[in-house]
């Protein structure tokens, strides 16, 4: 139901660190009408073009703190809330080319009541000034 507000239209942008272009960064939403434990984030997938972005070049950041997806299995102190807009921090040199690219966003969620683990998909074609 809030798969296609997962992906946020407001920024996607370069991700600029002391001046040099590391990769890309925008911004996504739980698809879950309640907040979850960080641990209760599976995976998160991101594709650019039609091509798979590999989980080791994938960061979560909230609240001014980021994360590596394999470090979000031992994080029980912290939580994504419904609504809240996390950024999904992407390394790739260069960052992103001007005009436009397909961007697919998959989040993989552990529900506690659900007998399997759900993954829901967004993809949003997004312009790059």
């Known amino acids: 139901m809030f798969d296609q507000h997962m992906i946020c ?23 879950y009408y309640r907040g979850l434990g960080l641990s209760m984030v599976e995976d998160i997938r991101v594709k650019l073009d039609g091509q798979d972005i590999p989980r080791s070049d994938i960061r979560l950041g909230l609240r001014g ?6 470090e979000l299995e031992t994080e029980y102190g912290d939580r994504w809330n419904f609504g809240e807009k996390a950024d999904i921090i992407v390394k790739r040199p ?3 080319a001007k005009g436009a690219h397909e961007v697919e966003l998959a ?3 552990r529900i506690s009541y659900l007998p399997f683990v759900p993954t829901t998909v967004c993809r949003k074609t997004i312009q790059v000034g």
């Open 9 to 31: 239209d407001e920024t996607f942008e370069n991700h600029v660190v002391d001046g040099m272009v590391e990769g890309f960064v925008f911004k996504a939403r739980l698809p």
């Open 65 to 70: 703190r980021t994360w590596a997806l394999d």
């Open 94 to 96: 260069g960052g992103l």
């Open 107 to 109: 989040e993989t969620l």
